[in-house]
C-alpha cells in the first residue's frame, strides 16, 4: 500500500517556507475558501490564488526575506506565531515583528489575520507595503 502524505500547516513548516520562501508551495496548505486579511488592504483576498499572490509579492519585492518564529500559541483550531521579518529593502537590512492568527480546518489555512505595522515596513524597507489594493 502506497503512503500518501497530505501536506498541512504546522509551526514547523510554516519556519521552514520562511527559511526559504517558495510561493508555489503556499496554495497546498490552503482551503480553497481561504480568506487572508493583510495590513494596508483595505478588503481580504479570498481564494488561493490572490492568498499566494500576497505571499508572492513580497518575496519578489524583498528576495531575501526571511522570517523566524519568535513564539506560537494554540487555541483549538487557531494558531498564533509572533515572527521576525528580516530583509534588505532600498534603504538597506532591516527587521520588522508581526503576528499572524491562523484558523485551520482540516489542517488546512482557512483564514489568516497578518498583523504589524505598515508605516514602520515602509520606513525600514524603503518601498510600500507590496499588496496595498
Known amino acids: 500500500m502506497r503512503n500518501i ?3 498541512s500547516w504546522s509551526v514547523t513548516a510554516f519556519q521552514l517556507f520562511w527559511a526559504h ?3 508555489h508551495l503556499v496554495p497546498a496548505v490552503l482551503t480553497s475558501d ?3 486579511y493583510w495590513p494596508g488592504r483595505d478588503e481580504p483576498v479570498h481564494g488561493r490564488q490572490d492568498y499566494t499572490w500576497c505571499i508572492s509579492s513580497i518575496v519578489e519585492a524583498l528576495p531575501d526575506i526571511r522570517l523566524t518564529v519568535a513564539e506560537y500559541a494554540t ?3 487557531y494558531r498564533f506565531v ?3 521579518m528580516h530583509a534588505t529593502g532600498e534603504l538597506g537590512p532591516f527587521e520588522v515583528t508581526g503576528i ?6 482540516g489542517g ?3 483564514e489568516n489575520f497578518v498583523v504589524f505595522d505598515t508605516a514602520t ?7 510600500p507595503v507590496p499588496w496595498r489594493g
Open 5 to 7: 502524505i497530505t501536506p
Open 21 to 23: 520562501p517558495r510561493p
Open 34 to 36: 481561504v480568506v487572508g
Open 75 to 77: 487555541h483549538r483550531q
Open 82 to 84: 509572533r515572527w521576525v
Open 100 to 105: 499572524d492568527r491562523l484558523r485551520l480546518r
Open 108 to 110: 488546512l489555512v482557512a
Open 121 to 127: 515596513f515602509e520606513k525600514r524597507a524603503g518601498i
